[in-house]
């Protein structure tokens, strides 16, 4: 039975655009179900990996043209959520990645598929042929960002410690390193880095420690609590379970 909030977000769309989403495929308009996510939650921080350099491809990625958080607005309010239970304990959130433009996916397919180019494996998949990216579940050629309702995230101490910048040209570090070896994010402990293509990225892994254990079960306790299902070979990835776009995959541009 489709809860009341679902009507209510299906009926918001029909009104507000002369062109229908299609309820399966691509779609390329943005519909007004969308929202930035500082403008539900100014306090959640944004980091977008992928409008820099510093990332598994090494280069920005085509459809990314602002340090904006796009989500379906259920999805952004329900992080509010979270966010509210830990503020309490000087925690917050932080994004890496939100809606994800389609074109943006096709890149990562022609590029994992481009066996030559490993310019940044040291440090996000330094133990997984590329040939071996799609078949672990790292990529998919359809991803969830692009139906806006998934979010790659992070906690953060409040106020943000400052973090490491990193520059092109600068030595890679494995992600998989223990923290304060590997790159200086400034957000807790999870066990790896952020696209780590690596087992021990995996939420139930046992390899890692009793405090990232810990903090794993802390994330997707919360996030479970607000709606979300997690992915389990990445410990920041989560999909709003009753997302309002379950089968359309949308290609705007993020600007």
Not at 7 to 24: F, G, I
Not at 74 to 91: H, I, M, N, T, W
Not at 201 to 214: C, E, H, S, Y
Request: glycine share 8%; aromatic share 10%; hydrophobic share 35%.
């Amino acid at each position: 039975m489709i809860g009341m909030r679902r009507l209510l977000l299906l009926a918001l769309v029909a009104c507000s655009s002369a062109k229908p989403v299609p309820p399966r495929g691509t779609a390329a308009e943005r519909p007004d179900a969308f929202v930035s996510l500082t403008e539900v939650e100014p306090t959640i921080l944004v980091e977008l990996r992928y409008l820099g350099t510093h990332n598994f491809m090494g280069r920005p990625v085509l459809g990314y043209k602002a340090e904006k958080c796009l989500l379906t607005r259920p999805a952004a309010l329900a992080l509010k959520s979270v966010q509210e239970d830990l503020r309490p304990f000087g925690l917050g959130l932080k994004a890496y990645d939100c809606y994800r433009p389609q074109r943006a996916v096709d890149t990562f397919v022609a590029w994992a598929k481009d066996f030559a180019d490993t310019k940044m494996q040291a440090e996000f998949y330094p133990r997984v042929p590329k040939d071996r990216i799609f078949r672990e579940g790292y990529l998919l050629e359809r991803s969830g960002h692009s139906r806006g309702s998934t979010i790659d995230l992070t906690v953060v101490p409040l106020p943000a410690p400052p973090q490491e910048n990193y520059h092109d040209g600068d030595p890679l570090r494995d992600c998989a390193l223990p923290a304060g070896q590997r790159f200086g994010d400034n957000s807790l402990d999870f066990g790896t880095g952020y696209d780590c293509f690596d087992a021990l990225a995996n939420v139930d892994n046992p390899g890692i420690g009793t405090d990232q254990k810990t903090k794993r079960v802390m994330l997707r306790a919360l996030m479970e609590k607000h709606g979300f299902k997690p992915y389990p070979p990445e410990w920041w990835h989560f999909t709003l379970r009753d997302e309002p776009y379950p089968e359309t995959f949308f290609d705007f541009e993020i600007e």
